[in-house]
């Protein structure tokens, strides 16, 4: 079946701006995440949806980042007035409900590439 | 004390050869273990979970856990060229509240598989 896809794939964008970038889960997975990797800092967590529940936003770096995630399933992670250290590659998972304690598998999208010059 | 770490490597085995990944975690509550294979210029993928102590085998791969000892490790068994990759340790960090989502990652160990 279909994976996770993400879209843009690539975004370069001057300082400042704002971007919006796409996630659309595996179907039928309740749980939604984001992360993003970059050289100096490996993969780091930024926010968690699980259902209908509210989101675990613990890792988003300021306040210039934000996510959503609409009907349950499509997310967007926006980040304002974007910085040189934003640059990074966004990675968004998916996976089913966890429980008992346990975290479910997570499955990553492809990610998207973000350069801000 | 990093949260998760792993051995920075990089590690080098001949083909055939049995390669041993290495990760240690700090949160003695943590419940959810993940070995991920991560290409260059590529997203993680995910070889194997586990939750329980002992060893959990899939084909060429063995996870092996340790909670008294806060140790999880990877085996790949007649490696391959193809196995040449980061491989990423993540640990679920539960802080007894309702976050079982948030993973964290080691940094990983880059792992050549030469002919």
């Known amino acids: 079946g279909a994976g996770v896809s993400q879209s843009p794939s690539n975004k370069v964008t001057e300082k400042g701006k704002d971007v919006e970038l796409r996630c659309d889960p595996i179907?039928?997975?309740?749980?939604l995440y984001w992360y993003r990797q970059s050289l100096g800092q490996g993969l780091e967590f930024l926010i968690y949806?699980?259902?209908?529940?509210?989101?675990?936003k613990s890792g988003l770096p300021s306040d210039r980042f934000s996510a959503e995630r609409t009907g349950g399933s499509v997310s967007t992670l926006t980040i304002q007035r974007t910085q040189q250290e934003d640059s990074a590659v966004y990675l968004c998972?998916?996976?089913?409900?966890?429980?008992?304690?346990?975290?479910?598998?997570?499955?990553f999208g492809p990610g998207t590439r973000l350069t801000v010059t | 004390q990093k949260e998760v770490e792993q051995n920075s490597g990089p590690l080098s085995v001949p083909e055939g050869a049995i390669a041993s990944l290495n990760c240690t975690y700090s949160?003695?509550?943590?419940?959810?273990f993940f070995w991920y294979r991560q290409y260059s210029g590529k997203s993680p993928e995910l070889i194997m979970s586990?939750?329980?102590?002992g060893d959990k085998e899939d084909g060429r791969f063995t996870a092996q856990l340790n909670k008294a000892s806060q140790y999880v490790s990877l085996l790949i068994r007649d490696s391959q060229p193809s196995d040449s990759a980061t491989y990423l340790c993540?640990?679920?960090?539960?802080?007894?509240?309702?976050?079982?989502?948030?993973?964290?990652f080691g940094q990983g160990t880059i792992l050549t598989v030469h002919p």
């Open positions: 998972a998916s996976s089913l409900v966890a429980s008992g304690g346990l975290t479910a598998e997570q499955y």
């Open positions: 179907s039928g997975h309740t749980a």
């Open positions: 949806f699980q259902g209908n529940s509210a989101p675990d």
């Open positions: 949160d003695r509550g943590s419940q959810s």
């Open positions: 586990i939750y329980s102590n």
């Open positions: 993540a640990v679920n960090r539960n802080a007894g509240g309702t976050s079982y989502g948030k993973l964290t």
